[in-house]
């Protein structure tokens, strides 16, 4: 169905359906992740291991966020540590 200009079509709300076990098990590998110290994990990539400097690790660890937010907020991937 075609709109004109400036009409809207209000859509009914969709709800997504959120499976519990799913979510607990994701939670799992999380707290799995989250438990050691950022400086005793090593992360791998395509299989391979990346390479972290040290300095980049050691100032994160001080952030106040945890090891999966190294990786899902960029920090892996810096080269270098910047405040």
Same mark, same amino acid.
């Given at each position: 169905?075609?709109?004109?200009?400036?009409?809207?079509?209000?859509?009914?709300?969709?709800?997504?359906?959120v499976n519990v076990e799913e979510?607990?098990a994701a939670q799992a590998v999380?707290?799995?992740?989250?438990?050691?110290? @950022?400086? &005793?994990?090593? +992360?791998?990539?395509? $299989?391979?291991?990346i390479e972290v400097p040290k =300095?980049?690790?050691?100032?994160?660890?001080?952030?106040? @966020?945890? &090891?999966?937010? +190294?990786?899902?907020? $960029?920090?892996?991937?810096?080269?270098?540590? =910047?405040?």
């Open positions: 169905m075609q709109q004109a200009a400036g009409e809207y079509v209000i859509m009914s709300p969709v709800k997504v359906v979510l607990e999380l707290n799995k992740i989250n438990k050691p110290d @950022l400086e &005793n994990i090593a +992360f791998h990539k395509d $299989g391979k291991e =300095e980049v690790v050691k100032g994160f660890v001080y952030c106040g @966020l945890n &090891n999966t937010d +190294f990786v899902l907020s $960029g920090y892996i991937n810096l080269k270098k540590w =910047e405040m």
